[in-house]
């Protein structure tokens, strides 16, 4: 059983940073696909970012390229979202998601939520 637990959120200024944080268990962390995406009060979960199973590559949202980046650590089973210049329209709770091999993000955490205010 793959679980995930996201840490990291909080309360940010207008044009700040934060780095959230996602614990995956699991024995073949590295072989797994990672996604982060969020879900803003009202509106629906929509893509972040994610990771390909080889680490090589990584693909966003238009709403935070070049403002946010995904990476992992993989002797931590940990994959993290660095988002920069914050702006209140990325106030969400921030879901951090995993593909096994099945080609569909079957394990989500909880959430973590992150708020930019004003």
């Known amino acids: 059983q793959v679980q995930l637990v996201e840490s990291g959120g909080g309360l940010v200024q207008v044009g700040g940073s934060l780095r959230v944080s996602c614990a995956v268990s699991?024995?073949?962390?590295?072989?797994?696909?990672m996604a982060w995406f969020r879900q803003a009060p009202g509106k629906d979960r929509e893509f972040v970012a994610s990771?390909?199973?080889?680490?090589?590559?990584?693909y966003y949202s238009d709403s935070v390229k070049g403002r946010a980046a995904i990476s992992r650590d993989i002797a931590k089973n940990t994959v993290y979202l660095q988002m920069n210049s914050l702006k209140p329209e990325d106030t969400a709770v921030y879901y951090c998601?995993?593909?096994?091999?099945?080609?569909?993000?079957?394990?989500w955490g909880q959430g973590t939520q992150v708020t930019v205010s004003s």
């Open positions: 990771l390909t199973r080889s680490g090589d590559n990584s």
């Open positions: 998601a995993a593909d096994t091999g099945s080609g569909a993000y079957a394990y």
């Open positions: 699991g024995r073949t962390f590295s072989g797994y696909r």
